[in-house]
Every structure is written in structure tokens, then in C-alpha cells.
């Protein structure tokens, strides 16, 4: 099976960079995905690395090293709206993604 | 629009009744999914269906059924044998089975279940 490990909690102060860690345990798979989450919201799809490296979308970039079972979210510029809980989610290739428990940032001022 | 359209967005049920929650999607999305999400939980994965007329058991499954009659639909029916059935329950289509692309997932807005 697959497991994800993601911290429970992260707190960072508005305008600065933080990152978001996600350890995994799998026999195979094809890529991890990231997913944001506001309270009470829909999950929505941040990024993906298929491959080991980073994968930059405008503030946000995503890293991947299969060698280490290591991938992390970074966030960058932090603005209040960026306060929500953050997803890692392993895609196995045959069945639908595995996700972790999910990261709660909280941006204050 | 395309989208998916989760009804009812807050429902309340007494123990021992069966409820049907409603997943309709206008993507042209071949894969539905249910996930169900408790506090600190994460989303765990109740039901999937790649294809019309087959679905498959998630790793919660007990106590929920589905149906995939139509693309479009997968109404997931939460029955009297799930023990603990309050929670956010979350339905995600995605273009094809996941491992043929990025894996995105697009997610409805959830219904909230609360049983009495």
C-alpha cells in the first residue's frame, strides 16, 4: 500500500516563504500531486511532479525526490488568502490517488 | 459552466435511515470518485468508477453503495449499516483514470451529513 506522512500544522508570517514536507511509502507510482483546501471548500489541484525536480506555478513550486521518498510544497510571497489546509497525494497509476492527512497553514500578519 | 454539482450541501438524518447524496458532472469526464473527509483525516476514498455500469470498492467502502448508470452521475447512498456516517463526503471526476495524466482531480463544492 501507500502512506503519506505531512505535518498536522504550519504557521508563517504574510509576505514570507514556507514549506510544506511530505515524506511517502510506495511500491511504485507515477507522480505526486498537491491539492488546497479553504475550510469548508472544494479541494483544488495545485500542481504535479511527475518527474524528480521542481515544478514552478507562479508563487507556488513543488519538488520531488524519489531517491529520498521526499516531495514538499513551497509557497512564496504569503497573503492571508493563502491561510488553508494542503494536500500531497500519491498517484499509484492503476488506482485513483492516495492522499495524506493534510497541513493546515495558518498566514498571520 | 462545466463542473461538478454536489446536492444536498448540508443533510440531516436520523440514525437507521438511508441517504442518497448526488454527484453530477458536465466535464465529459470518464472517472468519478467519493472521498470522505473527517477532522484530521485527510480524504479517504469510499467509491470509484472508471467506466459507465463499473465501479469499484475504495478502501472505506462498508456501509456506502453507488450506482454508474450515466457518465454524468454517481450518487453515492450512504446506508443504515455505516456506523459513523456524519462527515464531509467530497465526489472528483477526473478526464481518464488516474496514472494516464497529471492526475487532477476536480473536486464539487461537498454535502455535509449529519446524523441524529
Known amino acids: 500500500g501507500q502512506s503519506l506522512e505531512q505535518p498536522s500544522e504550519v504557521t508563517a508570517v504574510e509576505g514570507a516563504i514556507v514549506q510544506i514536507n511530505c515524506t511517502y511509502q510506495?511500491?511504485?507510482?507515477?507522480?505526486l500531486s498537491w491539492y488546497q483546501q479553504h475550510d469548508g471548500g472544494a479541494p483544488t489541484f495545485l500542481s504535479y511532479?511527475?518527474?524528480?525536480g521542481l515544478e514552478e506555478t507562479g508563487r507556488f513550486s513543488s519538488f520531488l525526490s524519489r531517491s529520498d521518498s521526499y516531495g514538499y510544497l513551497l509557497l512564496q510571497e504569503l497573503q492571508m488568502k493563502d491561510s488553508a489546509s494542503y494536500f500531497c497525494?500519491?498517484?499509484?497509476?492503476?488506482?485513483?490517488?492516495?492522499f495524506g492527512k493534510g497541513t493546515r497553514l495558518s498566514v498571520i500578519a | 459552466d462545466g463542473g461538478i454539482t454536489q446536492s444536498p450541501k448540508y443533510l440531516f438524518r436520523k440514525e437507521g435511515q438511508n441517504v442518497t447524496l448526488s454527484c453530477e458532472q458536465n466535464?465529459?469526464?470518464?472517472?468519478m470518485y467519493w472521498y470522505r473527509q473527517d477532522p484530521g483525516q485527510g480524504l479517504r476514498l469510499i467509491y470509484y468508477?472508471?467506466?459507465?455500469?463499473?465501479?469499484q470498492k475504495g478502501d472505506i467502502a462498508e456501509g456506502y453503495s453507488v450506482s454508474r448508470e450515466k457518465k454524468e452521475s454517481f450518487p453515492l447512498t450512504v446506508t443504515s449499516a455505516q456506523k459513523n456516517p456524519t462527515a464531509f463526503y467530497l465526489c472528483?471526476?477526473?478526464?481518464?483514470?488516474?496514472?494516464?495524466?497529471?492526475?487532477?482531480?476536480?473536486f464539487g463544492e461537498g454535502s455535509r451529513l449529519t446524523v441524529l
Open positions: 511532479n511527475g518527474l524528480d
Open positions: 510506495t511500491s511504485g507510482f507515477y507522480g
Open positions: 472528483a471526476s477526473s478526464i481518464t483514470p488516474t496514472g494516464y495524466d497529471t492526475g487532477e482531480l476536480f
Open positions: 466535464l465529459n469526464h470518464d472517472a
Open positions: 497525494a500519491l498517484d499509484p497509476g492503476n488506482t485513483p490517488l492516495v
Open positions: 468508477s472508471q467506466i459507465v455500469n463499473d465501479f
